[in-house]
C-alpha cells in the first residue's frame, strides 16, 4: 500500500520535444495528409488515362421475339457478341493529356515538398522563440530573486532607520512590475506551445534545448520547390492548350465485332438458311472536324492565354525569390555581427552592475543607479540570448530561400 501510495505521488513524466521531432510530427499533420491525397489522385488520373487510351473490350448478349416472322425475321432470336474498340489516331490529344497529367503529378509532388518546408520553417520558428521567450523568463526570474534580496535588506535598513520609505516603494514596484513582465512572458510561451500544437497536432508541454540549425554557409542556391511547382503548373496548363488545338485534326479509330446468333422458327417452312449465324465485322472509322466557325480555335486561343499569365506569375515569383534570398543572406550576416554587439553589451552591463553594486552598498550610489544597472544588466543578458536564437532563425530562413530542405539540417 506505501509502494502504491509512493508512485501516485510522483509528478507525471512530461515527454520534451527536440526540433527535429517536432518537424518529423508536423510532417504528419492534416495539411501533409491532404497533399498527399492530392499527389494521390492526380497519379491515379494519370493511370486511369492511359487504360483508357487501351483497346477496350465489350461483350454482349440478347434475346428478341417478334410476334410476326417472316424468313427474314425468326420468332425468337438469342444473340451473344464480343467487341473491340482501339483509337489508332486522335490528332495528338492523347500525347499533350498524357504531358499535362504527368505536369500535375510533378506539381502536387513539388507542392507536398513545398508545403513540408513551409512547415519546417515555421516550426523553427517557433522553436526558437520559445527558447527566446523561455531565456526571457530566466533573466526575469533571476532579477526578481535579486530584487527581493534588496527589498528584504532595505526593510530590514528601514526598520532601523538606516534607509526612507521612498526608497523600500521603490524596490517594491520593480519587484511587481517584474512579476508582471514574468506572467506576459508565461502567456506568449503557452501561446507558442499552442501554435505548435496547431502544426503537430499533439499537446507539447515542454520542448528540449539543445536544437541548432547546422549550417556551415556553403551551401549554394537551387529552385525551391513552391516556384517549380509553378513551373509544372505552366506547363500543365500548355499541354491542354495543344489538347484543346488536337481536335482540328482528324481521328482514327478501329471497331472489330463478333457475333453468333440462334434463330428460332415457329413456322419451319419459312427458314429458307439464309440467316447468318457467326458474323465478324471489321470497320475502320475516321471523322475530321472541318468547320466549327472556330470554336476549337478560340477554346486553344484562351487556355494558351491561361498558360502566358501563368508563365508571367512564375517569372515575377523567381524575381521575387531572388530578392529573398539575397535578403536573407545579407539577414544571416547581420545577425552575426549583432551576437558579437550583444555580448560586448552584456559584458559591460555585468562590469558596470558589480561595480553599482559594491557602491550602492557602500552608500555611494543611490538606489536609483543600482536599479538601473541591474534592469541594463538583465536587459543585456535577454538581448544576447535573443540575438542567439534569432541567427538560428536566420540560419533556417537562408536555406529555405536557397530551396533547400530544413530538415536535412536540423541537429
Not at 157 to 162: A, D, L, T
Not at 199 to 209: G, S
Not at 252 to 281: A, C, P, R, V, W
Amino acid at each position: 500500500m506505501r509502494n502504491i501510495i509512493v508512485i501516485l505521488s510522483l509528478p507525471a513524466f512530461i515527454y520534451a520535444y527536440s526540433l527535429n521531432e517536432l518537424v518529423d510530427i508536423a510532417h504528419e499533420n492534416r495539411l501533409v495528409k491532404s497533399a498527399k491525397h492530392s499527389l494521390n489522385a492526380s497519379e491515379k488520373s494519370y493511370d486511369s488515362t492511359q487504360s483508357s487510351y487501351l483497346p477496350t473490350i465489350e461483350i454482349g448478349a440478347s434475346a428478341q421475339y417478334a410476334s410476326k416472322e417472316s424468313a427474314a425475321l425468326p420468332q425468337n432470336t438469342i444473340k451473344a457478341y464480343g467487341n473491340l474498340k482501339y483509337t489508332i489516331y486522335d490528332g495528338g490529344k492523347k500525347s499533350d493529356l498524357y504531358n499535362q497529367l504527368k505536369s500535375n503529378i510533378d506539381a502536387q509532388e513539388k507542392n507536398l515538398e513545398a508545403l513540408k518546408n513551409d512547415i519546417s520553417l515555421d516550426v523553427s520558428r517557433l522553436y526558437f522563440e520559445y527558447l527566446s521567450l523561455l531565456s526571457d523568463k530566466k533573466a526575469t526570474e533571476q532579477e526578481m530573486e535579486q530584487l527581493k534580496a534588496e527589498l528584504a535588506r532595505l526593510n530590514m535598513f528601514f526598520k532601523s532607520g538606516s534607509a526612507t520609505k521612498d526608497e523600500v516603494l521603490k524596490i517594491d514596484s520593480r519587484v511587481k512590475n517584474s512579476n508582471v513582465s514574468l506572467q506576459e512572458i508565461e502567456l506568449n510561451i503557452q501561446k507558442v506551445l499552442h501554435t505548435l500544437e496547431y502544426y503537430t497536432t499533439k499537446k507539447i508541454d515542454t520542448i528540449t534545448e539543445d536544437s541548432t540549425i547546422n549550417y556551415l554557409g556553403e551551401e549554394s542556391q537551387e529552385p525551391r520547390a513552391d516556384i517549380e511547382k509553378l513551373e509544372f503548373e505552366a506547363s500543365a496548363i500548355k499541354h491542354s492548350a495543344e489538347s484543346v488545338r488536337s481536335q482540328n485534326y482528324p481521328t482514327l479509330f478501329f471497331d472489330d465485332t463478333l457475333s453468333h446468333s440462334d434463330y428460332t422458327f415457329d413456322n419451319k417452312s419459312l427458314n429458307m438458311g439464309t440467316l447468318i449465324e457467326n458474323q465478324n465485322i471489321a470497320t475502320l472509322n475516321i471523322s475530321w472536324n472541318i468547320l466549327d466557325f472556330g470554336a476549337t480555335t478560340k477554346n486553344y486561343e484562351a487556355t494558351y492565354e491561361q498558360y502566358l499569365s501563368q508563365k508571367s506569375l512564375l517569372e515575377h515569383q523567381k524575381a521575387v525569390a531572388d530578392v529573398d534570398y539575397r535578403l536573407a543572406l545579407k539577414s544571416l550576416e547581420i545577425s552575426k555581427v549583432k551576437i558579437e554587439a550583444t555580448k560586448s553589451t552584456l559584458d559591460a552591463a555585468s562590469s558596470t552592475y558589480e561595480l553599482i553594486k559594491l557602491r550602492y552598498q557602500n552608500g555611494i550610489v543611490d538606489n536609483i543607479a543600482y536599479l538601473q544597472a541591474l534592469s541594463e544588466k538583465f536587459e543585456a543578458s535577454r538581448g544576447y540570448k535573443r540575438a542567439l536564437y534569432d541567427h538560428e532563425v536566420k540560419k533556417a530562413e537562408l536555406l529555405y530561400y536557397s530551396g533547400k530542405n530544413i530538415k536535412e539540417y536540423l541537429k
